[in-house]
């Protein structure tokens, strides 16, 4: 492998650096990098011997299951990216969205960077002035972070953020001295090393922490490309970065709440905003990635935009692109896939009902022991009645509880036309074992997404489904499940 010393660049590395990685097993795979668009991935079926979802390992992948914690292209560009950047890399919307990501991630007790800050007021003395209207609003979020000069004294818990080159001057800063400051009382330094690409400059080198770039820059180098990188010294710190990401995504300083589900297209009087998971319904075909939020007025929508515009968190154009295709469709497929859950749950909930020793359509009671839908609950003690507040209908999204462990993770490979994976919302209709994407779930508990299918062929085959089972659970190899 050619050296990568006196700011030279192996070649070898931007090839071959992804080449360690799972897809690159046997006769077949792809050459060129594939672009997939798939936003879930079937699950594994009980006698398969794959990795628990728990368990995959996020920077080197055997199996996908949900493209917002993995997914090839962007494993591989992942892997490309560390061995040119000397440490490990996770890639990210935008740069400005890395550098929102570094706070969260580093929660510093003060940030020192290149400004004169007074409240509500950011004076940029030198650097992008993107990165001092993120830490802006940061701070909203953790008022009680302090924000002083870069040449200040610094104390335990700081972070310091230099930019060098910096923009738009094209100066360097002195990495090394920021370096020995910080690290004498203990705290971080990272780096916007947008200006100085590899292989002109290594941050590490002279003491960084943690290294940021726009690849929207010198890395994407054809101006058609939004996103950003954030590197880090070791594989440990890369995995709790990695954990910040999954769980505050692309939208995270606008919303806390991801997968907030609501059929609501209207916006109520008391309800100042919505979030749909547009990866979900709006999207529809289970190719897309995305968040929405919708406010009430045109000064909160300003508002927001300057946000997301500083958090550096727009959508792709690819995205973009998907979800006005599906948006086309959202009047047809949402009315049907409601109609289908809410008539699906209402014939599974007749089952769960059937007296003990008693059998119906050859189901016998207690193997499905309790479906849970928004049509079920009818007018609580204090008068709430879900359709009060869903008036287009029903969610199309619905959980059943089996008899034991054991017959809920063998139900999703019995199906014919339920694609064993996570996520919904798409034509497509899932059956996904909740205990295997979360682990604090109900084991016994089977969520259905329901798709554009025909609803006699989907309670077909749920019906020869739960049937299978019920002979399962009456037979005596049955107890061979749990040996």
Known sequence: MASKENGKLSGTDLIHGDSKLPYFKGAGGAVAPSISVSTTFRSAAPDESAIPYTEVDLRNPERHVYSRRTQEVSSRAEHVLSKVLNGYALTYASGLNAVYAALVHYQPKRIAALVHYQPKRIAVREGYHGCHQCIAIYRRSCPEVEVIDIDADFKAGDL????TPVNPYGICRDIQHYADKIHKVGGILAVDSTFGPPPLQDPFKFGADCIMHSGTKYLGGHSDLLCGVLVVKTEEEWRNVRQSQLCYHFWSGLVRFLDVITCMLSVSSYIFSIMHSGTKYLGGHSDLLCGVLVVK???????LHRDRTYLGCPMGSLEAWLLLRSLKTLHL???????????LAKWLDSISKVPEGQTIEGISAGLVARVRHSSLQGTDA????PQDQMPGGFNPTFSIELATIELTSRLLHLLEFFVPAASLGGVESLAEHRLGSDPGADPTIVRLSIGVEEFEDLKADLRQALRKL???RHSVLFFDLSS
């Open 470 to 472: 019920d002979k399962v």
């Open 160 to 163: 310091c953020w230099i930019e």
């Open 382 to 385: 204090r008068g709430f009645n």
């Open 297 to 303: 007025t045109e000064e909160a929508w300003r508002n």
């Open 333 to 343: 497929r949402v009315p049907r896939q409601s109609q289908t859950a809410t008539a």
